[in-house]
């Protein structure tokens, strides 16, 4: 079993309406590990909680692109950009943390999505990979240590956040069964295999928990 010191930080990510069953953009099965964050949410003395926030003309949503579908690509100023359904416009439901979560200690929750020209997946930085959140200042201020990933969805958010994290230098694990994946066209194996390759842990609840 790990060693979960003081200094090691939790990070949740998405786990809001949109991604979980009956949202507009859910992931299967996401409801699924709430009770397994919570659980593992009480062995650390630092959490953190991302959140999509985008305005309702957001350029990743399909709706904004004429003739254009959901999962369908596109070429932005940034680079390839998967059309999404709208999804977690700010101040609807859809955009709110499920209230199952229990992480009363919860320290920091970082919004990102929020600029309507880029989209946003890492909790760290956004799409064009030169705008920051202010995690990593902030992580690097209160001088945490090691890293671990769970939420929504592996492939995408919580895939680019760990990618991101490593770059920073931390010390960086995915817990897997805290995790769900879209899955789109090959996207959670791609993932993978780009976490492996920038040293990113795969672990699973038990490793933590016993």
Not at 29 to 56: C, S
Not at 100 to 111: A, E, F, V
Not at 149 to 176: I, K, N, P
Request: aromatic fraction near 8%; include cysteine; hydrophobic fraction near 40%.
């Amino acid at each position: 079993m790990l060693d979960i010191t003081p200094s090691d930080v939790l990070i949740v990510v998405d786990m809001q309406y949109d991604f979980l069953p009956g949202g507009s953009l859910a992931v299967g099965g996401g409801d699924e590990i709430v009770p397994l964050i919570n659980t593992l949410a009480k062995r650390f003395t630092n959490v953190v909680l991302t959140q999509d926030w985008h305005p309702a003309d957001h350029i990743s949503f399909a709706s904004q692109h004429e003739g254009k579908n959901p999962f369908e690509m596109i070429d932005l100023p940034y680079g390839p950009q998967v059309l999404w359904p709208d999804h977690c416009i700010w101040n609807t439901h859809g955009a709110d943390l499920s209230a199952d979560l229990d992480i009363p200690h919860g320290q920091l929750i970082i919004r990102k999505g929020y600029n309507q020209s880029v989209d946003s997946y890492s909790g760290f930085q956004e799409a064009d990979r030169r705008t920051r959140t202010g995690l990593a200042g902030y992580l690097a201020e209160r001088d945490l240590g090691k890293l671990y990933v769970v939420g929504l969805a592996t492939d995408f958010c919580v895939g680019w956040t760990a990618l991101d994290a490593r770059a920073a230098g931390y010390h960086t694990s995915v817990v897997e069964d805290a995790t769900r994946a879209i899955d789109n066209a090959g996207s959670l194996e791609k993932a993978w295999a780009e976490m492996q390759t920038a040293g990113v842990s795969r672990l699973q609840s038990k490793d933590i928990l016993g």
